[in-house]
């Protein structure tokens, strides 16, 4: 009998380890690159974070790349998350391609206020992005690589005016879009991101001569809404003392705006403790992102 006892005892010891082990895993939470304010954002969640819900911050390619880590790949894979920081369109995006992965997104937090960057060619004329849609054939403009945000976001805004899919466009981002843009071979390029992102620091300190920060006012944009129904974008301005070299000129510019999102995939996050604790975490976090990247 009190071999029995013992084993019994011996079992429970071993079950509750294990659950422990378990219990340990860290939330994966995809940012995307290690350079942008994503990642930045994330570390701030994690350090707010402890147990149960400790966070480990996974890199990835962007908000596509981050849905398809947390609804595609499977649990078990390394790369796999089970949430992620990104811009709303993402999800938008995903809505209309199956409904069904978008109802396994919720949303658990918003952070920091991200800006339509729109930045044409002086040459150009172009001082607001709706005008490449009165004469696409004219106008060129880039997007990024698929599941870029920039792509993301033209593919939402294609989606509420059908006139700016006329528009051709490019995949150059970063510094070959900036060049491109320079010299005129592209009219404009998308940079959706918080204020002082580094590629607009770059076009201000390198390209304010041949390039100009400019609006994104089309009242078409009114009708976009996010997963919820609420409205998508609100118009905000960018203060011209985040770029003051060049941009400043052109102070306060109007565009679309929105607040970065942070997402869970409740399937995988089932334990409600765990999911309280991370939401938590996301709350505290959230004023000091703010206060670094945007409110």
């Not at 978008?102 to 729109?118: D, T």
């Not at 150009?124 to 990024?144: F, H, M, N, Q, T």
Request: include cysteine; glycine fraction near 8%.
């Amino acid at each position: 009998m009190k071999i029995a006892y013992l084993t019994l005892v011996a079992a429970a010891g071993i079950a509750m380890v294990s659950a422990s082990h378990a219990s340990a895993e860290p939330i994966r939470l995809c940012t995307g690159s290690q350079s942008g304010n994503y990642y930045a954002a994330g570390a701030m969640i994690a350090k707010m974070a402890g147990s149960p819900a400790e966070v480990e911050v996974v890199e990835s390619a962007g908000t596509i790349d981050s849905m398809e880590r947390m609804l595609d790949t499977p649990a078990s894979d390394p790369k796999a998350c089970d949430a992620m920081i990104g811009q709303p369109d993402g999800p938008v995006y995903l809505a209309r391609q199956s409904q069904a992965k978008a109802r396994k997104l919720l949303q658990v937090g918003s952070l920091h206020r991200e800006y339509l960057h729109v930045l044409c060619n002086k040459a150009s004329g172009v001082d607001d992005l709706g005008d490449l849609e009165g004469d696409p054939d004219k106008y060129r403009i880039a997007i990024g690589e698929p599941g870029s945000g920039a792509w993301v976001i033209w593919q939402n805004l294609t989606a509420e005016d059908e006139d700016y899919a006329a528009v051709p466009v490019s995949n150059d981002s970063d510094i070959l879009a900036l060049n491109s843009v320079s010299n005129g071979d592209t009219t404009c390029m998308l940079v959706p991101a918080g204020l002082k992102n580094g590629v607009v620091n770059e076009a201000d300190a390198t390209f304010g001569d041949t390039i100009a920060l400019v609006g994104a006012n089309d009242r078409d944009f009114d009708d976009a809404v996010d997963i919820k129904g609420n409205p998508l974008y609100e118009y905000a301005k960018i203060p011209g003392e985040a770029y003051p070299l060049s941009f400043d000129y052109w102070s306060d510019v109007s565009t679309i705006s929105w607040p970065a999102g942070v997402y869970v995939n409740t399937d995988r996050l089932k334990d409600k403790a765990l999911l309280k604790a991370f939401v938590t975490a996301v709350a505290r976090a959230a004023p000091g992102i703010k206060a670094e990247f945007g409110k």
